[in-house]
């Protein structure tokens, strides 16, 4: 069974920066994703994934602002968030979605972004 760990979130100033890493254990095969997801109030929404051949999709809201990249033998996927402002305030779960024969996702614990003054 795959297990994510996230780390890298906490405090920031408004404009400051965070990089945020999330750990898949197991093994990954075939076509798959892995992101993040936040929530904010009511919703949750995507932010940012990467495929394991290297295609990115970006919210409108943080493109130019925020990087998804990730290291396949390392099983790690990270997301670098720059300039950041009040309004990203969210706990950001990492997701795993792998394509074989079926869709399963995997979920990381959450964690906290917190961008104040």
């Known amino acids: 069974q795959v297990q994510l760990v996230e780390s890298g979130g906490g405090l920031v100033q408004p404009g400051g920066s965070l990089r945020l890493s999330c750990a898949a254990s197991?093994?990954?095969?075939?076509?798959?994703?892995m992101g993040w997801d936040r929530h904010s109030g009511k919703q949750r929404e995507l932010v940012a994934t990467i495929?394991?051949?290297?295609?990115?999709n970006y919210a409108d809201s943080v493109k130019g602002r925020f990087t998804i990249s990730r290291d396949n033998a390392k099983n790690t996927v990270y997301l670098q968030m720059n300039n950041l402002e009040p309004e990203y305030t969210a706990v950001y779960y990492c997701?795993?979605?792998?394509?074989?024969?079926?869709?399963?996702?995997?979920w990381g614990q959450g964690t906290q972004v917190t961008v104040s003054s």
């Open positions: 197991g093994i990954i095969f075939g076509i798959n994703t």
């Open positions: 997701n795993l979605k792998i394509f074989f024969g079926a869709t399963t996702d995997y």
């Open positions: 495929t394991n051949g290297g295609v990115t």
